[in-house]
Structures are given as structure tokens and as C-alpha cells.
């Protein structure tokens, strides 16, 4: 059975998220956050102490985004993953590793210098500088939206599911700004999915 290592608002939710939108069956491990500091015993299982990290069988995966790659692509077939002989194949792939590369990357400097480091060490202009790296990027979000429902191939996928995260934790962090008209109506139809509940409820 697949095992899924989680923290609550951690990049850990796409993975849950993917996995109760395919209805796979899963062992969900709960952590308190960050586990490198708080569960020592977990860096024997992801030695970079980062969340998550799915097992199945003698597969390992750390990389939010991978993690919905590879459901998509295991258990398929399945209408979240876009196929390599569809027209939005590229834009799909695209969208996946936007998500962290460009998108959370440079959310999680605002998280850890606004938040994380002890109040001597915060940084509020390396947070500003970030934040508005951030918004900058999240312009492609709003701009994909224009005249569409979802992110690529004409229906919810995994995209979908991996480029959320940075609105949800741009609401986390009071970047208000991400919701912007057309990523606004997105994050409302997405998040009203009976799989997202169940991830966040979990």
C-alpha cells in the first residue's frame, strides 16, 4: 500500500489532494511541522527531512509535484494526467514544475523570513523583495485563466491540483494580491471539489 508522510499546510497536501481525487487506497502518516525538527526518527525515511514523502514498494518520492506526476502516470489511466499525444501535454508538464520552481520557491523565503527564523534573524526586506517576486510570476496563473476553467486540456488536472498550492499558501502568508480575478474564480470552482475537502479535513 502506498504510504504518504504529511504535515497540515505543507506541500504534502497536493499529494493527498491527488490521491483522494484517484480514490487510491493510502496510508497517511501525520507530522508536526518541520518533522527534521519535531519527529527526529523521520529523516531514516526522507533523509532531507522535507515533507512529503510517498513509499510505494521500493519507490521514493520527496517532490510535491513528482508525486502527482507519477499517480497520474502509475495508476492512470485517469483524466487528471494529460497524455503525451494530447495537445496541452506541454503546457501540462509546464504547469507541474512551475508550481515549485517558480511559484513556491520564492514563497517559502517569505514563510521562513517573516515566520521561521527567530525575530533577530527575520529579514522584512528579503519578505518585500519576495513577495513581489511571487506576484510577478503568479501573473502566468491569472494570465493561463484567461477564457478557461482550468489550467490546461480543457479540464481539472493534476496542474491544477500542483499550482494551487501557492494560492493556498499565499493565503496563509496575507499575499492577497494572488487572488486576482480569474485565479479568485479558479481557486473557488477547484476547492469546492469533495476531494479537496477530504484532503484539507485530513
Not at 493510502?26 to 511541522?33: A, G, Q, S
Not at 503546457?91 to 520557491?105: H, P
Not at 521562513?112 to 519576495?130: A, G, K, L
Not at 480569474?182 to 469533495?194: Q, S
Request: proline share 5%; charged share 25%.
Amino acid at each position: 500500500m502506498i504510504k504518504l508522510y504529511h504535515c497540515e499546510g505543507a506541500r504534502s497536501l497536493r499529494a493527498v489532494w491527488a490521491l483522494e481525487e484517484m480514490g487510491l487506497d493510502y496510508e497517511l502518516v501525520k507530522m508536526p511541522f518541520p518533522p527534521r525538527v519535531f519527529q527526529k526518527d523521520y529523516k531514516a525515511v526522507n533523509p532531507l527531512g522535507t515533507v512529503p514523502a510517498l513509499i510505494d514498494g521500493d519507490a521514493m518520492l520527496t517532490e510535491s509535484a513528482g508525486i502527482c506526476h507519477y499517480l497520474g502516470e502509475k495508476y492512470g489511466p485517469t483524466p487528471l494526467a494529460v497524455s503525451s499525444d494530447e495537445a496541452d501535454f506541454a503546457a501540462y508538464i509546464n504547469w507541474l514544475y512551475r508550481s515549485d520552481a517558480t511559484l513556491t520557491f520564492p514563497q517559502t523565503l517569505v514563510l521562513r523570513y517573516s515566520q521561521f527564523e527567530p525575530e533577530e534573524r527575520r529579514q522584512p526586506q528579503v519578505v518585500e523583495d519576495y513577495r513581489k517576486w511571487f506576484l510577478a510570476r503568479w501573473r502566468s496563473v491569472e494570465d493561463g485563466l484567461a477564457n478557461r476553467d482550468y489550467l490546461c486540456a480543457d479540464r481539472f488536472t493534476m496542474a491544477d491540483i500542483s499550482v494551487s498550492f501557492a494560492l493556498f499558501l499565499a493565503k496563509a502568508l496575507g499575499i492577497d494580491e494572488a487572488f486576482t480575478p480569474n485565479a479568485a474564480k479558479w481557486w473557488d470552482r477547484i476547492t469546492a471539489r469533495e476531494a479537496y475537502k477530504r484532503a484539507v479535513a485530513l
